[in-house]
């Protein structure tokens, strides 16, 4: 998956990732049945993805947030956690309804408190 994040940053091979379907795929990485490394993986995945605007919308309608917010909050893997950030980041700058949708699954003070010292 290493060097699927590298190419992530190319928009023209993003969304070549994101047509193939991959999107919901890695979404479905995120969840608990995934270990922590997987995860990790997806998420990084996914933040490189969400760097073009026209992925993001996929992404959130795959059903991440909640799923990436849950890895952020519980992850016991740091660079699970970390990945999950950048995606959580990345989504924030494409639109001010991911950014609404993300506090709402953050939903606890404590959390959003977190996430805004990371630069949410």
């Known amino acids: 998956m290493a060097l699927l994040n590298y190419l992530a940053v190319r928009a023209d091979i993003a969304n070549t990732i994101a047509t193939v379907g991959a999107i919901p795929l890695l979404v479905e990485l995120?969840?608990?049945?995934?270990?922590?490394?997987?995860?990790?993986?997806?998420?990084?995945?996914?933040?490189c993805l969400a760097d073009t605007d026209d992925i993001t919308v996929d992404i959130v309608a795959a059903g991440?947030?909640?799923?990436?917010?849950?890895?952020?909050?519980?992850?016991?893997?740091?660079?699970?956690?970390?990945a999950a950030t950048a995606a959580l980041r990345a989504l924030t700058h494409s639109s001010d309804e991911h950014r609404a949708a993300i506090a709402a699954a953050a939903a606890s003070a404590d959390l959003l408190h977190a996430m805004k010292g990371l630069g949410f």
């Open 64 to 82: 991440a947030i909640p799923l990436l917010v849950q890895l952020f909050r519980s992850g016991c893997d740091v660079e699970a956690k970390a």
């Open 30 to 47: 995120l969840g608990a049945d995934s270990s922590d490394e997987v995860q990790g993986r997806a998420a990084a995945l996914l933040a």
